[in-house]
Every structure is written in structure tokens, then in C-alpha cells.
Nanobody, 123 residues
Framework: VQLQASGGGLVQAGGSLRLSCAAS????????MGWFRQAPGKERELVAA????????YYADSVKGRFTISRDNVKNTGYLQMSSLKPEDTAVYYC?????????????????WGQGTLVTVSS
């Protein structure tokens, strides 16, 4: 499956952005999806994940209560709604897809990756 992330940009602290991840090539509903981010000099980390049906989700503690992951399997698109953004949320955000829900927190288990979209939060 090919993934195309979009929606990044520059936003002031406290603002909101919605990232989108458009999938093509294979049946999107066959895959769990994750949003990762990588800040300069830091490792890529999982921000949020959602299973194929949307019935199970995971959030990193750092974004819990501020970010919401969702998906629309009819539109073959996943989303990450980000609110109350902080400067420390600044990073390149990547969407990724994997088969199954096992070990969803491990980036090594994700089979497909989008190209990344930059989110910059100014103070």
C-alpha cells in the first residue's frame, strides 16, 4: 500500500492541525495505521495508532487528550487531529501501515511508510 501524508504546516502554540494519510494500491482496511514523529536529533516515536476497524487506539502519554487518531476506510484515509499544540510537538510526522495489531507500538513492525509532513509549532 502506498501512503501519502499531508496537512503539516506552521502553527502557533495552542493551535490545531489535522494531518491526513491517503492510502492507495491495496485495501486500506486490511491494515492498522500509526502516526509517528521524528524531531531533529531524536528517534522516531509512535504518537498514535489505530486498528483496522477503528475500535482500538493507542496514544503516547505526551499527546493523550490533545491528539485524536481516526480513519475512514471508505475514503482510504487516516487522520490525526492535533489540538493544543506545543512547541515540543514540532517534528516530521509520518503515517505508517502494518498487518495486524500485534506489537503496534514497535515501528519495526510497520510495513509501509508515507513520506512525512513537517509540523512546526511556534511559541
Amino acid at each position: 500500500v502506498q501512503l501519502q501524508a499531508s496537512g503539516g504546516g506552521l502553527v502557533q502554540a495552542g493551535g490545531s492541525l489535522r494531518l491526513s494519510c491517503a492510502a492507495s494500491g491495496r485495501t486500506f482496511s486490511n491494515y492498522a495505521m500509526g502516526w509517528f514523529r521524528q524531531a531533529p536529533g531524536k528517534e522516531r516515536e509512535l504518537v498514535a495508532a489505530i486498528n483496522w476497524s477503528g475500535t482500538s487506539t493507542y496514544y503516547a502519554d505526551s499527546v493523550k487528550g490533545r491528539f485524536t487518531i481516526s480513519r475512514d476506510n471508505v475514503k482510504n484515509t487516516g487522520y490525526l487531529q492535533m489540538s493544543s499544540l506545543k512547541p515540543e510537538d514540532t517534528a516530521v510526522y509520518y503515517c505508517a501501515a502494518k498487518v495486524g495489531w500485534t506489537r503496534y507500538s514497535s515501528k519495526e513492525t510497520y510495513n509501509y511508510w508515507g513520506q512525512g509532513t513537517l509540523v512546526t509549532v511556534s511559541s
